[in-house]
């Protein structure tokens, strides 16, 4: 089976604090990828990785960065945290590229939920 | 048209129903399909793939009518724990030979005892 990590499940952080996400996948995944998901706007992109050192942005990568340094690893930093992005955070993997027809499906992590006071 | 449509429910059936849900998407260039299911506070978990000849598995059967543009999940013999929400998912190019896969904000299902 599949399994993703995320170092926390709940996060409670100040305005201006920088936050790290962590996420570990243990199938040797070569994709990444970040979500946020918010009541009413469902889940969106926030950046991916296909490959060690390399990412790309999503939809919505403002106020973001990530990192991935080794292969079963993908970070998301919010540089400067504010009440805004208070949200869910969900980190998937997959063997596949979205655009691939076969094994592109992601697995999620349990996600954080991160509120900024 | 919105990239990925559902009717957000409630669907509200009592145990041992049968149930649909029907998805639309907007990009023909779409290639792969999937339905996965949310639990209250969870993280989505992979329901099936959704291939061109129409799969099954067990009672959940997913079909796929591209010349329409629509995915569509039926659910036999419900049961309590089939609760949660069903999110459509469709992949998307988004340019520079880039695909993502795009979500669809959900189909909320209740069965009742």
């Known amino acids: 089976d599949v399994k993703v990590t995320q170092s926390s499940r709940y996060l409670v952080k100040r305005t201006g604090e920088k936050v790290f996400l962590e996420c570990v996948q243990d199938?040797?995944?070569?994709?990444m990828f970040w979500y946020r998901q918010d009541p009413g706007l469902g889940l969106r992109l926030i950046y991916f990785s296909y490959d060690v050192k390399m990412k790309e942005k999503g939809d919505i990568p403002e106020g973001y960065s990530v990192s991935r340094e080794k292969k079963e690893r993908f970070s998301l930093i919010l540089e400067s945290a504010s009440t805004n992005q208070t949200s869910m955070y969900l980190c998937?993997?997959?063997?596949?590229?979205?655009?691939?027809?076969?094994?592109?499906?992601?697995?999620f992590g349990p996600g954080t939920r991160l509120t900024v006071t | 048209r919105k990239e990925v449509e559902q009717d957000p429910g409630p669907f509200n059936v009592p145990e041992g129903a049968t149930v649909a849900f029907n998805c639309t998407y907007s990009?023909?260039?779409?290639?792969?399909f999937f339905w996965y299911r949310q639990d209250c506070r969870k993280e989505p978990k992979l329901l099936m793939s959704?291939?061109?000849s129409g799969n099954e598995d067990g009672r959940f059967t997913a079909q796929l009518n591209r010349a329409s543009q629509y995915i569509s999940l039926l659910i036999r013999d419900s049961k309590l724990s089939d609760s949660a929400t069903y999110l459509c998912v469709v992949n998307k190019y988004s340019g520079a030979g880039s695909y993502q896969l795009t979500f669809g904000k959900g189909t909320k299902l209740s069965v009742i005892p």
């Open positions: 990009n023909s260039a779409s290639q792969s």
């Open positions: 998937a993997s997959s063997l596949s590229r979205p655009g691939a027809s076969m094994r592109a499906e992601q697995y």
């Open positions: 199938m040797d995944h070569e994709n």
């Open positions: 959704v291939y061109s």
